[in-house]
C-alpha cells in the first residue's frame, strides 16, 4: 500500500531533504522549492545540503524522487504534503516568521482537497490549532523532527521516536509510514495533540541548549582556575543520571535550531514565571562574551578562525557560535582572516577569507577553532580551542 501513497515535501533544506529520502523508500516522493538551483540539483541527484548518508542514497538511484518549481503539479495528487520550509526567529516581534509555512499550508489545502497537511517545520506552540480554526479543516498537524545537522538522514532512519499531533485516522497513518519507512525496528511512535508536540519539540531543543550551556560553563570554571575540564567532565558524567554524551565544550550553541527555539520558547513563557529558561539563553551570550576575553588575553595580531561550521562534515554556518566571537574580535580592534572551503567569496563579513590551510596557518599568529581537526595538529600550539574530546 505504501508503494502507492504519493508525498509532497515543501522545502530541500536538511529537514525536508532527508524526509523526502526516507519517505522515497516507500512513497511516491515530489520536492517542491522555490530555488531552481535546488530543483535542478535534486533532479541531478544531488543533495542540497552536506549529509554523508543522503549523498549515497541518492546516488545509489533507489529513491523514487522529483522535484519541481510548479505548486500545482506538486501539490495536485499528493496523500501527504509535508512543510518543512524555514522559520528564522525574528527578534522584532520574538516569534518564529511563519510566513512560509502558512503560505504553503494555504497553497496546500486550496490546490487538494483531500491530503493531510503535516507541518514539520518548527512553529510557536498552538500556531498549528491557530490554522485550523483560521482554515476551518482538521487536515493540518505538527510532527516535530529531532535531527543533528550532517546525520539528518540517519536520524530519521533510526529515530529516538516518532510524535504525531494528531489522533484521527489520517495522522496514525502518516505516523506509522514513518515507521514503515525507518530501519529501526522498535521506535516510538506517540501521537498527542499538536500543541503538545509544537512544546515537545521546545522544550526538547532548549533542554539540549541547557547542557551545552552546562558543560559551557563548568569550561569555563575550569579555564578561569586553571583546571583540567575533561577530567571535571569525565568525573560528572560518570553518574548514570546524567550520562555521556553531549558535553564536549563549545564556543557555544549554535545553528538551525537551539539560538531560535530557546527564544521561541522563552517568548511563550510571556506570562509565565521562569527563571531557567532565560537564563539558558542569556548563557550563551555570556560564554561568547567570555571566550573573546580570553582570546584577546592572549594579545594576537592577526586571528585566524578555523572554520565557520557547526560541526564536522557539516557546510551550515548559519548562526555559528563562533561567527559571533570573530565579531567580538573585531569589535576589539583585533585583525581577523578566515578559513573555510566552502565560501568562494574573497571576504565574509568584512574579513578576508583565506582557502590556501597552508597561507591561513601561516598568516595568523593565533587559530580559534571551535572544534579541532587533524590539519591542525602541526599548529597546536598556537590553536585556541574548548574542544576537550575531538568530536562533536
Do not use: W
Not at 78 to 83: D, G, H
Request: net charge neutral; charged share 25%; glycine share 6%.
Amino acid at each position: 500500500m505504501s508503494q502507492k501513497v504519493k508525498v509532497t515535501v515543501v522545502g530541500c533544506g536538511y529537514v525536508g531533504m532527508s524526509l523526502a529520502v526516507l519517505l522515497s523508500r516507500r512513497c511516491q516522493v515530489t520536492v517542491l522549492d522555490t530555488d531552481p538551483v535546488r530543483v535542478e540539483k535534486v533532479q541531478r541527484r544531488e543533495s542540497t545540503i552536506v549529509d554523508k548518508e543522503i549523498e549515497e542514497s541518492l546516488a545509489s538511484g533507489k529513491a523514487s524522487l522529483t522535484a519541481t518549481l510548479d505548486k500545482r503539479a506538486a501539490y495536485r495528487e499528493a496523500n501527504y504534503v509535508v512543510v518543512a520550509t524555514p522559520t528564522d526567529y525574528d527578534s522584532g516581534t520574538n516569534r518564529f516568521d511563519t510566513s512560509s509555512v502558512d503560505a504553503s499550508v494555504r497553497d496546500a489545502l486550496r490546490l487538494n482537497p483531500s491530503a493531510l497537511i503535516v507541518i514539520k517545520s518548527t512553529v510557536p506552540v498552538g500556531h498549528t490549532v491557530s490554522l485550523q480554526k483560521r482554515h476551518r479543516t482538521s487536515r493540518i498537524v505538527f510532527s516535530p523532527e529531532f535531527l543533528r545537522e550532517g546525520r539528518a538522514l540517519l536520524d530519521n532512519l533510526y529515530p529516538s521516536r516518532i510524535i504525531v499531533g494528531g489522533f484521527d485516522s489520517p495522522a496514525k497513518d502518516f505516523g506509522v509510514l514513518l515507521q514503515d519507512c525507518a530501519l529501526k525496528s522498535d521506535v516510538h511512535l506517540v501521537f498527542m495533540n499538536s500543541s503538545e508536540a509544537e512544546a515537545t519539540k521546545l522544550f526538547a531543543n532548549t533542554y539540549l541548549a541547557m547542557r551545552v550551556s552546562f558543560f559551557n560553563e563548568l569550561d569555563s570554571y575550569a579555564l578561569a582556575n586553571n583546571l583540567e575540564p575533561k577530567s571535571i567532565i569525565d568525573g560528572v558524567c560518570l553518574d548514570d543520571r546524567i550520562g555521556q554524551g553531549y558535553n564536549n565544550p563549545s564556543f557555544g550553541y549554535g545553528g538551525y535550531c537551539l539560538p531560535k527555539d530557546t527564544k521561541q520558547l522563552l517568548a511563550n513563557y510571556e506570562r509565565v514565571p521562569q527563571n531557567l529558561i532565560q537564563a539558558i539563553v542569556s548563557s550563551n551570550a555570556t560564554r561568547k562574551d567570555y571566550i573573546a576575553h580570553e582570546i584577546f588575553r592572549l594579545n594576537p595580531k592577526v586571528v585566524g578562525f578555523f572554520r565557520l561550521a557547526m560541526k564536522e562534515s557539516s557546510d551550515n554556518f548559519r548562526a555559528s557560535a563562533i561567527q559571533d566571537v570573530m565579531e567580538r574580535m573585531k569589535a576589539l580592534g583585533i585583525s581577523v582572516v578566515v578559513y573555510e572551503p566552502v565560501l568562494n567569496e574573497p571576504s565574509f563579513r568584512g574579513s578576508p577569507v583565506i582557502n590556501n590551510l597552508q597561507e591561513f596557518k601561516q598568516t595568523c599568529d593565533l587559530i580559534v577553532a571551535n572544534r579541532l581537526h587533524p590539519s591542525l595538529d602541526d599548529v597546536k600550539h598556537k590553536c585556541f580551542s574548548r574542544d576537550v574530546f575531538g568530536e562533536n
